[in-house]
């Protein structure tokens, strides 16, 4: 695998699933933006670099690691993250899972954990497993947002091992929004229509941060250029070495315990339940994929979204597909692998058998981790 660090030289503009370009619309940026806006960016650059892209838009050529639009090679993204140049190095940062809250009750940072609970006798929900999520509060707040987890933070996180504020760092720091105003051109004359004025919140990060990317399949160039996002505004890619966080699994194999992470969006055929999971009549939910089996026993889930893009072979929307959001997350129970097994779903992440979706796996969908489970009060 090779690991690349992102930089953009300019404001990006990375577009969501909104239309925007009518007079008076407004389009926002996400960041950071899903990973097939990685994957598209780079797979450009290695087009650009060996071949002819209007035949390969075409299949009329064969690229040895992309393949062709309709049949892709063994090109995947398998990992993408802000990141940031610290002391030397470039350290990805990771987005707080769903099962971690941030509060200040008293001005200062406060990171606790839901944890999978028994739910009381007589008390009923709509939730269809056996335990329920829960944060134990003396006091009811909102949860602070705008803060991603540094690599030791997500090492904490994947150990099971307090959080501490030092393992935060806030939006604010890594970036701003710039807004910008778009004027309509006439498609036939390329003229200026009058009247036809839009605003784009494009995102500008500060020195020194911007992306990393892990790419399988594919040899790419030490040092290179991108069109990264709208418009193709310019960034530069560079290979860099990445000391990736990796969860324990000899300690999950052991304790046949853990919890499934999504680390970017996922797109399940049976909606909210990862790939790999079937339901019986006893409303048990069970989990076999890549060698591993195990129980679903509780689910901490953000709001679905909606991934969409645009085909620049075919000229063409992607098709809108609803998905599982980045951090959502998994608990499993009687876990039934192998350390070997374990790291196999966790390389893999959540696709069946090869040639499945095979754009998507490309572009770095369903990727997930596995994080330990020592603190779990009540089980069954």
């Given at each position: 695998?090779?690991?690349?660090?992102?930089?953009?030289?300019?404001?990006?503009?990375?577009?969501?699933?909104?239309?925007f370009g009518?007079?008076?619309?407004?389009?926002?940026?996400?960041?950071?933006?899903?990973?097939?806006?990685?994957?598209?960016?780079?797979?450009?650059?290695?087009?650009?670099?060996?071949?002819?892209?209007?035949?390969?838009?075409?299949?009329?050529?064969?690229?040895?690691?992309?393949?062709?639009?309709?049949?892709?090679?063994?090109?995947?993204?398998?990992?993408?993250?802000?990141?940031?140049?610290?002391?030397?190095?470039?350290?990805?940062?990771?987005?707080?899972?769903?099962?971690?809250?941030?509060?200040?009750?008293?001005?200062?940072?406060?990171?606790?954990?839901?944890?999978?609970?028994?739910?009381?006798?007589?008390?009923?929900?709509?939730?269809?497993?056996?335990?329920?999520?829960?944060?134990?509060?003396?006091?009811?707040?909102?949860?602070?947002?705008?803060?991603?987890?540094?690599?030791?933070?997500?090492?904490?996180?994947?150990?099971?091992?307090?959080?501490?504020?030092?393992?935060?760092?806030?939006?604010?720091?890594?970036?701003?929004?710039?807004?910008?105003?778009?004027?309509?051109?006439?498609?036939?004359?390329?003229?200026?229509?009058?009247?036809?004025?839009?605003?784009?919140?494009?995102?500008?990060?500060?020195?020194?941060?911007?992306?990393?990317?892990?790419?399988?399949?594919?040899e790419l160039?030490?040092?290179?250029?991108?069109?990264?996002?709208?418009?193709?505004?310019?960034?530069?890619?560079?290979?860099?070495?990445?000391?990736?966080?990796?969860?324990?699994?000899?300690?999950?194999?052991?304790?046949?315990?853990?919890?499934?992470?999504?680390?970017?969006?996922?797109?399940?055929?049976?909606?909210?339940?990862?790939?790999?999971?079937?339901?019986?009549?006893?409303?048990?939910?069970?989990?076999?994929?890549?060698?591993?089996?195990?129980?679903?026993?509780c689910a901490?889930?953000?709001?679905?979204?909606?991934?969409?893009?645009?085909?620049?072979?075919?000229?063409?929307?992607?098709?809108?597909?609803?998905?599982?959001?980045?951090?959502?997350?998994?608990?499993?129970?009687?876990?039934?692998?192998?350390?070997?097994?374990?790291?196999?779903?966790?390389?893999?992440?959540?696709?069946?058998?090869?040639?499945?979706?095979?754009?998507?796996?490309?572009?770095?969908?369903?990727?997930?981790?596995?994080?330990?489970?020592?603190?779990?009060?009540?089980?069954?």
């Open positions: 695998m090779t690991s690349v660090f992102i930089e953009p030289q300019d404001v990006l503009a990375l577009r969501g699933n909104k239309l009518e007079p008076g619309s407004y389009g926002e940026s996400l960041v950071p933006p899903w990973p097939s806006v990685a994957a598209g960016a780079i797979r450009s650059m290695m087009l650009a670099r060996d071949g002819n892209a209007a035949a390969f838009a075409r299949s009329e050529t064969r690229h040895p690691a992309l393949g062709t639009p309709d049949e892709p090679g063994p090109f995947t993204l398998t990992a993408f993250h802000l990141a940031r140049k610290q002391h030397n190095c470039i350290e990805p940062l990771f987005a707080p899972p769903a099962d971690t809250v941030i509060d200040a009750p008293e001005g200062k940072l406060e990171i606790r954990r839901l944890r999978p609970i028994v739910p009381a006798d007589g008390l009923s929900s709509s939730k269809p497993l056996p335990l329920l999520p829960v944060l134990a509060q003396a006091n009811r707040s909102k949860p602070r947002t705008g803060y991603w987890l540094t690599a030791a933070g997500w090492r904490a996180y994947l150990d099971d091992v307090a959080i501490g504020p030092d393992h935060l760092v806030a939006s604010e720091s890594l970036w701003k929004y710039d807004l910008r105003v778009g004027i309509g051109l006439s498609a036939r004359t390329r003229h200026v229509e009058e009247g036809k004025l839009f605003s784009v919140n494009t995102v500008a990060l500060k020195p020194g941060n911007g992306f990393v990317a892990r790419v399988l399949g594919a160039p030490s040092d290179g250029m991108l069109r990264f996002g709208g418009d193709g505004r310019s960034a530069r890619m560079r290979a860099v070495e990445i000391d990736w966080p990796l969860p324990d699994f000899d300690f999950i194999a052991r304790t046949r315990r853990a919890r499934l992470v999504l680390t970017s969006p996922g797109l399940f055929d049976r909606g909210w339940l990862p790939t790999g999971m079937s339901s019986s009549d006893d409303r048990t939910y069970r989990f076999s994929l890549h060698g591993v089996r195990a129980r679903l026993v901490a889930l953000n709001r679905a979204e909606v991934i969409s893009g645009f085909d620049l072979a075919k000229r063409r929307p992607k098709p809108a597909l609803r998905a599982v959001p980045t951090g959502s997350v998994f608990w499993l129970d009687e876990i039934d692998a192998a350390p070997a097994d374990l790291r196999k779903l966790a390389e893999t992440g959540l696709w069946p058998a090869e040639h499945h979706n095979d754009a998507r796996r490309a572009e770095g969908f369903n990727r997930i981790t596995l994080a330990l489970d020592r603190m779990r009060e009540h089980h069954v």
